[in-house]
């Protein structure tokens, strides 16, 4: 049974983070499939600012449905306790404001005004399976931010957001509040929360050993033997790890 009572209240651990952003969403993928899961990677989401990919967050979600024109109409915007402005307005330090736009990006899921005040509220990053709008902000905003697209569209002439903080789906992943998300330059991989620790662990441990593993290939080292590596090379590698501790 996944316990979906989670939130940022619980703070991850600090050498949980750590290990996070030492491991690469490829070595997370890996020992989330060694796990038995097989979806996590939250396919086509491109970081918008080149130079802030990293990202290590809580879940908080938001999720929107079909609009309709008798209801999503500008003035909507006047009301602060909008769905969509209360969920900028909830997001705690450390979470990643997780959207769910169902894969549409015809409108922005967010643009960057709502985007900066996140920023300012310490959230760790935005994920939306749709569009942002005002983009060239989001290229130097000091937030990791993923999308699929720009759209210069509103978010109410296609989205309404209805819940925060229930179960979503973004890009055909699960995610549930309290889950940990997880970006860099490949994108974004989902970690469900009562796994995140040992996940964590194994990933910085299996990020490490390949390091070794590459800069033995960089060297001219052939496959066999090198990768994987047989047990002389699993002694070179301990003796390396103890003069190159990634903590």
């Known amino acids: ?12 651990p600090e050498g ?9 969403t490829a070595t997370i993928t890996t020992q989330l499939l060694s796990r038995g899961l097989r979806n996590q990677f939250m396919q086509g989401l491109r970081a918008l600012n080149p130079d802030q990919t990293t990202m290590v967050g809580v879940a908080f979600t938001l999720r929107y449905i079909p609009a309709r024109e008798d209801v999503d109409v500008l003035s909507v915007f006047q009301d602060y306790d909008h769905p969509q ?3 900028v307005e909830s997001v705690s330090p450390g979470e990643v404001l997780v959207i769910d736009s169902r894969g549409k990006q015809r409108a922005a899921s967010l643009g960057h005004i709502l985007a900066t005040r996140l920023l300012h509220r310490g959230c760790a990053g935005v994920v939306t399976d749709g569009s942002v709008r005002d983009s060239d902000g ?15 569209n509103t978010n109410l002439i296609q989205h309404h957001a ?7 789906g973004c890009c055909e992943v699960a995610v549930y509040p309290g ?4 970006g860099d330059a490949d994108g ?27 800069s033995r290939v960089e060297s001219g080292l052939p496959l066999r033997g090198t990768y ?3 047990e002389t090379s699993r002694v070179a590698y301990q003796e390396w790890a103890t003069e190159n501790p990634w903590r």
Do not use: G, W
């Not at 949980?16 to 690469?24: D, G, I, K, N, P």
């Not at 662990?201 to 593993?213: G, I, K, M, R, S």
């Open 1 to 12: 049974m996944v316990d979906t009572a989670v939130t940022a209240s619980d703070p991850l």
């Open 16 to 24: 949980t983070v750590r290990a996070l952003r030492y491991a690469s």
């Open 85 to 87: 402005r209360k969920a």
């Open 138 to 152: 989001f290229t130097s905003l000091e937030m990791p931010t993923f999308a699929v697209n720009p759209s210069a």
């Open 162 to 168: 209805v819940d925060m903080q229930v179960p979503i």
């Open 179 to 182: 889950d940990v998300l997880v």
């Open 188 to 214: 974004v991989v989902c970690i469900p929360r009562h796994l995140v620790e040992e996940v964590a662990e194994a990933a910085a441990a299996q990020e490490h050993l390949e390091e070794f593993v590459l």
């Open 228 to 230: 994987p590596p047989d």
